[in-house]
């Protein structure tokens, strides 16, 4: 099994000789999709979500019916390898995959209330969760937490409750763009105080695996 953090909310899994990338957004490297047997997108966001990125690929593409809509009137050529998802549905992608929740975090009462799901994936024994913009929580026990750091719709106190609530061993700090490094000095000083002794929290390089 091998977790690889790219850019911001991007994330590539591999485990028995299957390759996913979950969110290529805009802060995604060019060749983030190389060799991916599919991708995965949580919502339309364009850091979880880039038409060029999409373009020049090849793997099947999984994701819920607003982005689908969006990728056939800008990737057309896309169209094809789409798949719409569901909240609830479990995926054979050569490994499990499960779907998970469908709203977006509130970003402010006033904005449009968005689409999300998450995923849970089942990398032989190891439960990995992504959950895109939403702190909906997976129905199923979680070994790596994908856990968002810093966005419009979250307080360092939302990231704490949402890891506690999940409460995975590992939980790997992601969407880290919109943070200066002080103030992910600052969140990760908060996590490793408030999370239990058993819940390590740690945020590592864009390129870099997890250990």
Same mark, same amino acid.
């Given at each position: 099994?091998?977790?690889?953090?790219?850019?911001?909310?991007?994330?590539?899994?591999?485990?028995?000789?299957?390759?996913?990338?979950?969110?290529?957004? #805009?802060?995604?490297?060019?060749?983030?999709?190389?060799?991916?047997?599919?991708?995965? &997108?949580? @919502?339309?966001?364009?850091?979880?979500? *880039?038409?060029?990125?999409?373009?020049?690929?090849?793997?099947? &593409? @999984?994701? #819920? =019916?607003?982005?689908?809509?969006? #990728?056939?009137?800008?990737?057309?050529?896309?169209?094809?390898? !789409?798949?719409?998802?569901?909240?609830?549905? %479990?995926? +054979? !992608?050569?490994?499990?995959?499960?779907?998970?929740?469908?709203?977006?975090? %509130? &970003?402010?009462? +006033?904005?449009? @209330?968005? =689409?999300?799901?998450?995923?849970?994936?089942? !990398?032989?024994?190891?439960?990995?969760?992504?959950?895109?913009?939403?702190?909906?929580?997976? *129905?199923?026990?979680?070994?790596?937490?994908?856990?968002?750091?810093?966005?419009?719709?979250?307080?360092?106190?939302?990231?704490?409750?949402?890891?506690?609530? %999940?409460?995975?061993?590992?939980?790997?700090? #992601? @969407?880290?763009?919109?943070?200066?490094?002080?103030?992910?000095? %600052?969140?990760?000083? *908060?996590?490793?105080? !408030?999370?239990?002794?058993?819940?390590?929290?740690?945020?590592?390089?864009?390129?870099? =695996?997890?250990?």
């Amino acid at each position: 099994m091998r977790i690889t953090k790219f850019g911001h909310a991007c994330v590539r899994l591999e485990h028995a000789g299957v390759t996913l990338v979950v969110d290529p957004g #805009i802060f995604a490297d060019a060749d983030v999709l190389e060799g991916a047997d599919a991708v995965l &997108i949580t @919502h339309e966001h364009a850091d979880h979500y *880039q038409p060029e990125l999409l373009r020049a690929g090849t793997a099947a &593409i @999984h994701t #819920i =019916d607003a982005v689908a809509a969006k #990728i056939r009137a800008e990737v057309p050529e896309a169209a094809e390898r !789409l798949h719409v998802v569901e909240p609830g549905q %479990v995926l +054979d !992608l050569g490994v499990r995959v499960e779907v998970v929740g469908e709203k977006h975090a %509130v &970003i402010h009462p +006033d904005l449009p @209330h968005f =689409d999300n799901s998450g995923y849970l994936f089942d !990398l032989g024994g190891t439960a990995v969760f992504h959950p895109g913009d939403a702190l909906t929580l997976p *129905q199923a026990a979680v070994d790596v937490l994908l856990v968002p750091s810093s966005a419009p719709w979250l307080r360092s106190a939302d990231a704490v409750d949402f890891a506690r609530a %999940v409460g995975a061993p590992t939980n790997l700090a #992601i @969407h880290d763009r919109i943070y200066t490094e002080f103030a992910h000095g %600052v969140l990760e000083t *908060q996590m490793k105080a !408030l999370l239990g002794t058993d819940q390590r929290y740690l945020r590592i390089a864009d390129g870099a =695996d997890l250990d």
